[in-house]
């Protein structure tokens, strides 16, 4: 089955949007589930990411086309170690079993962050997948892993500076080249399931005008029913990107 996208449109200039062209999921509440149920950490990431690809699929039947997931931040390298070594795990399982379906599904997977500190076998795995996908032209996929927004700006700076870029060539779009998620339009919304409200280090500069879902459901429970309230809810919203435009 090939996974439906609409065309992508331009920014909606007019003050009610309808379907978001790109949504991004900081997916928390996994060691609260598992807690919950009595079971470790570990559990609540493995049911977390059995949730994935069932979201991929909702998001993509109601004609979004980009979807990034934060599954590892920069700073998840202090939790404890086999917890980690779980979640390294657990990305390297779900390129092992998911990349032929999305393959399938017309997804293009997109890795964003940083793959140098990731195991060699790992980098050449997620290699392997994104030179799969590359052609494909339904939803992009981009998975935020070893990913921080203070990181990319810091990389992406450092990045100009080899590249000799002096100080009047620099522009939003330039700098927009040197992100980890070049050629990715901004987020359009941004969800965060477990009831909290912060952004922690996701998509800092890429968010500047995204609009906010914020939902107490833990996301291995974030489901269809979910996905339909946080695109209805986005529907009302009324976005004017720092402009006065009239209803
Ligand atoms: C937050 O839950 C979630 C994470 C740190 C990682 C999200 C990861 C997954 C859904 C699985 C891994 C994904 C891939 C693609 C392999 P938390 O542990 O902070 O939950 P808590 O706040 O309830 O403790």
């Known amino acids: 089955m090939q996974l439906r996208q609409k065309s992508i449109t331009k920014k909606p200039s007019s003050l009610k949007p309808q379907v978001p062209i790109h949504v991004a999921i900081i997916m928390d509440g996994n060691g ?3 807690e919950r149920q009595g079971l470790p950490r570990l559990a609540g990431h493995r049911a977390g990411t059995s949730n994935i690809s069932r979201i991929i699929r909702f998001f993509a039947n109601h004609g979004v086309s980009y979807l990034t997931l934060y599954a590892f ?7 404890p170690d086999h917890e980690v070594r779980g979640l390294l795990s657990l990305l ?38 994104l030179a799969l996908t590359k052609d494909n032209t ?16 810091l990389e992406a700076i450092k990045e100009m500076l080899r590249n000799g870029i002096s100080p009047e060539h620099v522009t939003e779009s330039v700098f927009h080249n040197y992100l980890y998620t070049r050629g990715v ?40 029913n979910e996905v339909r309230q946080a695109l209805d809810a986005y529907k009302n919203r009324r976005r004017r990107f720092g402009r006065v435009l009239e209803d």
């Open 185 to 224: 339009p901004d987020p359009d919304l941004i969800i965060r399931t477990a009831g909290e409200l912060r952004l922690s280090n996701f998509l800092l500069w890429q968010s500047a005008y995204s609009e906010y879902y914020c939902t107490s459901t833990l996301w291995p429970d974030f489901d269809s």
């Open 73 to 79: 931040s920069t700073e998840n390298w202090a939790r």
């Open 32 to 34: 609260r589930w598992a």
């Open 138 to 153: 339904g939803l992009t996929l981009c998975i935020a892993f070893d990913y921080g927004g203070r990181d990319e700006i």
């Open 92 to 129: 390297g399982e779900v390129i092992h079993e998911e990349t032929q379906s999305l393959h399938k599904q017309n997804v293009r997977v997109r890795h964003v962050g940083r793959l140098d500190r990731l195991p060699q076998q790992l980098q050449r795995n997620i290699y392997d997948g």
